[in-house]
């Protein structure tokens, strides 16, 4: 296993607790296969020559799948997994961007957000971006890319 693929693992681990809250994606097989069937651009990394330094994953979804996760009602395994496909989709969950300490502060995160942004969107016609912020730095990288790309940004309250 590579280096930088094991302390990546890690990261996600310790940031987004997902072993004590069901109700986050795992990545898993199953988790995995919905995203690429969604949209090929959901999930993007950076890398050197000792594996990841940088994970992007953002989905495309409905308006009326975003109301619900924004309200509570649904984790984003619901939102990601009753998601219909093959139907078109008007708004983006930009769910989790990670980056190793060490190469923070580079733009990685935002550039690799963009490039999946512009993707979906040029198969699908998005007008809301939307995510449930877990630190400054996700919110920030959020707000830039709502701005960029002229989408207005909400947001998921509670932890």
Partial sequence: MEKNF???????????????????LSM???DRAQLERLHPATLSEERNEDG????????????????????????????????????P???????????LDEFRGKGLARRLARTALRAIMADHAIETLF???????GDRLAAALAAEFGLPLLRREGR
């Fill in 6 to 24: 094991e302390r990546m693992l890690r990261l996600a681990e310790d940031f987004f607790d997902v072993k004590n809250d069901p109700e986050q």
């Fill in 28 to 30: 898993n097989d199953e």
């Fill in 52 to 87: 990841p330094i940088a994970w992007m994953l953002l989905f495309p979804t409905t308006r009326a799948q975003m109301d619900r996760f924004l309200k509570c009602e649904i984790g984003e395994r619901p939102l990601l997994h009753e998601t219909a496909l093959g139907i």
């Fill in 89 to 99: 989709y008007d708004a983006v969950y930009l769910c989790s961007a990670l980056v």
């Fill in 131 to 137: 995510i449930w912020p877990f630190s400054e730095e």
